[in-house]
């Protein structure tokens, strides 16, 4: 990083929005009411709530009456829109695209069971997904058919169910019979849904409360296809899950074996225990004597320790080294020193936030363009291959290298084993900007913090994976649109997060939450002080 970067932003008068992940404590969005006869152009932007599942969405509200009739349009050229309501008495209905034509916009007619308030969500069919929008209300046309909610049988986690298709039922589309069952459960909860027949083949969908929609049509079992149906998954909302039996062939009828059971954990989590697993080398510079100051950088290194303490994670040996202290001898030391405590289940991080910079080599396998990456201690740089033994030396359940520095991405090669993973703020020959509006030195420094914190648990199993951290992260970097970036010649580009999971996989655990009484209690035996 380096500070002449905050003048880049200044000059391009750049105004970036604070996505919802950086805003914990900011308040609702109000809710809008909605009449007939009425439309509202709105946009879906980082500020809107954003439901567990990643949609964001504005919400608005109709006061109505029983029997009375609405027609309601979500339109967007920008995203795939979707439309949900909600009322009394657990009405719910939902529409993804409006069927009338080849658009992707939503339509809804329905006639309003109880007198009261219903809930609208303007939101997207895609999670992340932003852009303008128009939503209308009006009176559909005499004769015009009200959608009406299809029933669902109740169905508990644990159930299993003898059902039959036969022609008296719900029909799937114009060909295909279908029951429908309704499961209320909570966010994180792990499920297996298993249907099979020995009379049809068997299709299987599950429906979340946002309606995003999973769908298996034949399982496997050791290897072998079969013609029954699963789905293993975690439930990413709370709320009501609508489970559809239906079959693959048109106009099937027969009996079926529907369960719904707690799915078994993922055996890529089983080495991640809860607790202050997460041994922790963070540093972080702002304070340079030989060439200029950085804001918030060392902030950035007490700032994830801290965190981690507070969330519990924090193995005690745990240290932040932050200006004066940062010497290249300290952080040797440091990493030394973590190679030695760490044990077999542990995540042993190294961190850093300050400026990087490029030295010139020759040219080699090893470094293409002729030059060498640093990271710029208190009292002189570290370059890759110095810093390379270090990381080898490491050994715990999985290593995660984040370098928030100019040229980072020149890091890469620390990603030399299966269990290492690598987060590098820039690419090899671009800078990487100070995330002032964020009062972090970095955005990657300020991502994964939030991340680790829990924002990156996506399902809500309570265990951060190598993939969810890494869709966290690469989410917010997007969302904060184009960050300028500059060549060492002073050539203009933009910074783009580099993430090297090496031979991780995207289910493979990298740290498990605790309960935030579990926390409490864990940072209390690590001690209360800021390292």
């Known amino acids: 990083m380096r500070a002449a970067a905050l003048l880049i932003a200044t000059a391009l008068g750049l105004s970036l929005s604070l996505p919802a992940a950086a805003q914990p404590?900011?308040?609702?969005?109000?809710?809008?009411?909605?009449?007939?006869?009425?439309?509202?152009?709105?946009?879906?932007?980082?500020?809107?709530?954003?439901?567990?599942?990643?949609?964001?969405?504005?919400?608005?509200?109709?006061?109505?009456?029983?029997?009375?009739?609405i027609e309601l349009n979500l339109s967007?050229?920008?995203?795939?829109?979707?439309?949900?309501?909600?009322?009394?008495?657990?009405?719910?209905?939902?529409?993804?695209?409006?069927?009338?034509?080849?658009?992707?916009?939503?339509?809804?007619?329905?006639?309003?069971?109880?007198?009261?308030?219903?809930?609208?969500?303007?939101?997207?069919f895609s999670p992340g997904a932003m852009g303008a929008y128009r939503l209308a209300a009006a009176a559909p046309a005499a004769g015009e058919r009200a959608e009406a909610p299809q029933p669902a049988m109740a169905i508990a986690l644990g159930s299993t169910v003898n059902g039959r298709l036969d022609r008296d039922d719900?029909?799937?589309?114009?060909?295909?019979?279908?029951?429908?069952?309704?499961?209320?459960?909570?966010?994180?909860?792990?499920?297996?849904?298993?249907?099979?027949?020995?009379?049809?083949?068997?299709?299987?969908?599950?429906?979340?409360?946002?309606?995003?929609?999973?769908?298996?049509?034949?399982?496997?079992?050791?290897?072998?296809?079969?013609?029954?149906?699963?789905?293993?998954?975690?439930?990413?909302?709370?709320?009501?899950?609508?489970?559809?039996?239906?079959?693959?062939?048109?106009?099937?009828?027969?009996?079926?074996?529907?369960?719904?059971?707690?799915?078994?954990?993922?055996?890529?989590?089983?080495?991640?225990?809860?607790?202050?697993?997460?041994?922790?080398?963070?540093?972080?510079?702002?304070?340079?004597?030989?060439?200029?100051?950085?804001?918030?950088?060392?902030?950035?290194?007490?700032?994830?320790?801290?965190?981690?303490?507070?969330?519990?994670?924090?193995?005690p040996q745990s240290i932040a080294l932050t200006n004066a202290q940062a010497t290249t001898e300290a952080v040797?030391?440091?990493?030394?020193?973590?190679?030695?405590?760490?044990?077999?289940?542990?995540?042993?991080?190294?961190?850093?936030?300050?400026?990087?910079?490029?030295?010139?080599?020759?040219?080699?396998?090893?470094?293409l363009d002729g030059r060498a990456e640093t990271i710029e201690l208190y009292d002189a740089a570290m370059t890759d291959v110095q810093l390379e033994p270090l990381i080898d030396g490491l050994n715990g359940r999985t290593v995660l290298v984040a370098i928030d520095s100019c040229y980072s991405g020149g890091f890469r090669n620390l990603v030399n084993r299966p269990n290492v993973m690598g987060l590098f703020s820039s690419e090899e020959d671009l800078t990487s900007l100070v995330a002032a509006r964020l009062e972090a030195g970095g955005y990657l420094s300020y991502y994964l913090r939030t991340g680790l914190s829990g924002e990156a648990d996506q399902d809500g199993d309570r265990v951060i994976s190598a993939g969810e951290l890494a869709t966290y992260l690469r989410r917010n970097f997007r969302l904060e649109g184009d960050i300028p970036a500059t060549t060492r010649e002073d050539e203009s580009n933009y910074q783009y997060l580099l993430v090297e999971r090496g031979g991780l996989h995207v289910d493979d655990g990298l740290v498990r939450l605790g309960a935030p009484a579990q926390a409490a209690v864990a940072s209390n035996q690590a001690g209360g002080k800021t390292p």
């Open 170 to 315: 719900l029909r799937f589309g114009d060909d295909k019979f279908q029951d429908r069952y309704r499961l209320t459960a909570r966010r994180g909860d792990r499920v297996r849904v298993s249907v099979g027949s020995p009379d049809f083949d068997t299709v299987l969908n599950l429906q979340g409360p946002d309606g995003a929609t999973q769908s298996n049509d034949d399982s496997q079992d050791n290897g072998d296809v079969s013609t029954n149906s699963r789905i293993d998954t975690v439930l990413a909302e709370d709320g009501d899950y609508v489970v559809t039996v239906t079959s693959y062939a048109a106009n099937a009828t027969g009996k079926y074996r529907l369960s719904i059971e707690p799915g078994t954990p993922n055996p890529r989590h089983a080495g991640v225990q809860a607790g202050p697993r997460v041994l922790a080398v963070a540093v972080g510079v702002s304070d340079y004597e030989r060439m200029s100051d950085l804001p918030h950088t060392d902030g950035d290194a007490t700032e994830l320790l801290a965190a981690l303490r507070q969330n519990g994670q924090l193995h």
């Open 332 to 367: 040797r030391a440091a990493l030394q020193r973590a190679a030695r405590t760490a044990g077999p289940n542990d995540l042993v991080m190294f961190f850093f936030s300050g400026h990087g910079d490029q030295v010139d080599v020759p040219r080699s396998a090893r470094e």
């Open 25 to 69: 404590n900011r308040p609702p969005r109000p809710v809008l009411p909605l009449a007939t006869g009425q439309g509202h152009a709105g946009e879906l932007t980082p500020l809107d709530t954003q439901r567990r599942s990643g949609k964001y969405e504005d919400v608005y509200r109709i006061d109505g009456r029983r029997g009375q009739r």
């Open 76 to 124: 967007s050229d920008d995203f795939d829109p979707y439309l949900l309501v909600t009322g009394p008495g657990g009405y719910v209905m939902s529409n993804d695209d409006d069927g009338r034509g080849e658009t992707l916009n939503s339509r809804l007619v329905i006639e309003l069971p109880e007198d009261g308030s219903y809930r609208v969500s303007a939101t997207s």
